[in-house]
């Protein structure tokens, strides 16, 4: 009877030590660290790293203590505003409260070159290939024709009056723009969903003398 108690008490501290084991593994996965950062190059160049790769100064890639290998993180240097994407392929830093150790490279890019340490933050986006970022919503591609490169802006008014007369529904833009210090007028003619669409308007255009040229808008 007490042997049966004791194998079932020792059952329940190995669950809740796996529980919160897996708890702490997920908020460590998924949290936002901020602190300090430092690098390590030519010194350990072309040496085996933790997860059995070669370190290599020129990848980018960084050190963590505790994140997967294969991690991939967004390290931004909050001094300037710079940021990196880097894999997980190696531990450490294990010098004072560092949170991670970036390639030379990565340094470079960071601008933490010089300094040596730079304060941080780190934000994982992927783990085991799948992204943690949600990925910003996209609008669907259209496309304008452009015409003209009128100098006269009453000329680029004139031509807008022929569109609008070949096609009174129609929206014709007047853009300016600056080339070589001058003024120069543009005319945005329409707004297609697809780049055929655009084409074939653009040639009945053409019948008229007034095509442009296409582009995404």
């Given amino acids: 009877m007490i042997y049966n108690r004791k194998c ?8 809740l030590f796996i529980g919160i084991g897996q708890v702490t593994i997920a908020q460590d996965i998924t949290q936002t660290e901020t602190g300090p950062a430092s690098w390590y190059g030519s010194k350990y160049h072309g040496r085996k790293t933790s997860s059995g790769e070669r370190y290599n100064k020129n990848d980018m890639t960084a050190a963590h203590k505790t994140l997967p290998f294969g991690t991939k993180v967004k390290v931004t240097n909050l001094a300037n505003n710079e940021s990196v994407i880097l894999r997980i392929n190696d531990r450490g830093p ?15 890019k960071l601008d933490i070159h010089s ?5 941080v933050k780190v934000e994982v986006i992927e783990v085991d290939g799948k992204s943690l970022v949600a990925a910003a919503p996209t ?6 024709i452009q015409k003209g490169a009128y100098t006269s802006e009453e000329t680029a008014l004139q031509q807008s009056q022929k569109l609008k007369a070949f096609d009174k529904h129609l929206t014709v833009e007047l853009m300016e723009d600056k080339v ?16 055929q669409e ?3 308007f653009n040639d009945l255009l053409k019948e008229e003398g ?3 040229e296409i582009s995404a808008s």
């Fill in 198 to 200: 655009a084409e074939a």
């Fill in 115 to 119: 300094r040596g340490v730079a304060k």
């Fill in 139 to 144: 609008e669907p591609e259209t496309y304008t």
């Fill in 8 to 15: 079932i008490l020792l059952t329940v501290i190995i669950f």
């Fill in 94 to 108: 294990f010098v004072g409260n560092r949170i991670i150790d970036v390639s030379e490279v990565a340094a470079r």
């Fill in 210 to 212: 007034l095509d442009g």
């Fill in 180 to 195: 070589q210090g001058k003024k120069i007028h543009r005319l945005k003619i329409g707004k297609f969903g697809n780049k």
